[in-house]
């Protein structure tokens, strides 16, 4: 059974134009992380909720915002996407942030044309 | 330098073979370290974690931590086909209280048959 699922696997959009990637799951942890993955590089962290307390990445662009409105669910926003921004988006999972492992959902590949 | 740094390989190995994946990191704080395997297209898969000095087995797999050196590796025995992957070490940051990983670019495996 999945437990951490993001929703589109795959997405396009064009340049310039707003995109909503989705993560949702079903073990109620209590955290929630956004990584960005470029090809042949480590995910890269862009911000977290504990619970409803957002915490951003010093070097997050503010192009990307992030939304979570109950424990299950969680978005990223993408604002104006540039050619850059085409990356696997990784959602993570974990009940606590200091000593708890982290579980990945399946990622969304996203294409900017 | 960066904070966790892995060989990026490829690393080749015949099938049966134990292969050994070495990982070190820069924060002498760091409490928590992660293997995670990544297939290409895919989310990364938690393989193990180990936080105490030492060996720690599950399977094919040990995890070897040396705090006082700074790194971690991880040891495949009787390596498969199927064990050819990307993997990244993860590191928790020592400072703080936000669970934060810090990954390695990943080291590419092939085991050849």
């Known amino acids: 059974d999945a437990m951490v699922i993001q929703n589109p696997r795959y997405q396009v959009t064009q340049f310039g134009k707003p995109v909503t990637l989705s993560c949702s799951q079903t073990l109620n942890h209590n955290v929630m992380y956004w990584y960005q993955q470029k090809s042949s590089q480590a995910p890269k962290l862009l911000f977290h909720y504990y619970d409803k307390d957002f915490n951003n990445e010093a070097d997050t662009p503010d192009n990307f915002q992030s939304r979570r409105p109950n424990t299950s669910f969680c978005f990223l926003d993408i604002r104006s996407p540039g050619l850059g921004d085409a990356a696997m988006y990784l959602c993570?999972?974990?009940?606590?942030?200091?000593?708890?492992?982290?579980?990945f959902g399946p990622g969304t590949r996203l294409t900017v044309l | 330098q960066k904070e966790v740094e892995q060989n990026s390989g490829p690393l080749s190995v015949p099938e049966g073979a134990i292969a050994s994946l070495n990982c070190t990191y820069s924060d002498r704080g760091s409490q928590s370290f992660f293997w995670y395997r990544q297939y290409s297209g895919k989310s990364p898969e938690l393989i193990m974690f180990?936080?105490?000095?030492g060996d720690k087995e599950d399977g094919r797999f040990t995890a070897q931590l040396n705090k006082a050196s700074q790194y971690v590796s991880l040891l495949i025995r009787d390596s498969q086909p199927s064990d050819s992957a990307t993997y990244l070490c993860?590191?928790?940051?020592?400072?703080?209280?936000?669970?934060?990983?810090?990954f390695g670019q990943g080291t590419t495996l092939q085991v050849k048959p």
């Open positions: 180990i936080y105490s000095n």
């Open positions: 993570a999972t974990s009940r606590d942030r200091a000593t708890d492992t982290q579980y």
């Open positions: 993860a590191v928790r940051s020592g400072s703080g209280n936000t669970g934060k990983l810090i």
